[in-house]
């Protein structure tokens, strides 16, 4: 069993940055793979970006590539995201998984955080 808690979501304007954390407690291991996805009112679940417990593979949505960055210190994972617009408003929730292949899709993980919301203003 892993559990997974993630803090850094609140109120930013466009244009501004917020930092997501990810602390995996539990049965985590290296051979995990650890997403972030996203889901804002009345859409569906989206992939994010995603990251190797090796850290040496990393994934992104298009719609955030080059804003933001994933990244891996020992067992929290963190989401830098900059340059931050009214659509990336959402709730984020942070997931682990054991068999994912893509990572891009939510069904490859097991555990999920309980999501931390995130609204830019414009």
């Known amino acids: 069993q892993v559990q997974l808690v993630e803090s850094g979501g609140g109120l930013v304007q466009a244009g501004g940055s917020l930092r997501l954390s990810c602390a995996a407690s539990?049965?985590?291991?290296?051979?995990?793979?650890m997403g972030w996805f996203r889901q804002a009112p009345g859409k569906e679940r989206e992939f994010v970006a995603a990251i190797t417990w090796s850290g040496g593979n990393t994934k992104y949505a298009d719609s955030v590539k080059g804003r933001f960055t994933i990244s891996r210190v020992t067992w929290t994972v963190y989401l830098q995201m900059n340059s931050l617009n009214a659509e990336d408003s959402a709730v984020y929730y942070c997931?682990?998984?054991?068999?994912?292949?893509?990572?891009?899709?939510?069904?490859?993980?097991?555990?999920w955080g309980q999501g931390t919301q995130v609204t830019v203003s414009s």
């Open positions: 997931a682990a998984s054991r068999t994912a292949v893509s990572g891009r899709t939510a069904p490859e993980y097991d555990y």
């Open positions: 539990g049965r985590a291991s290296s051979y995990y793979v």
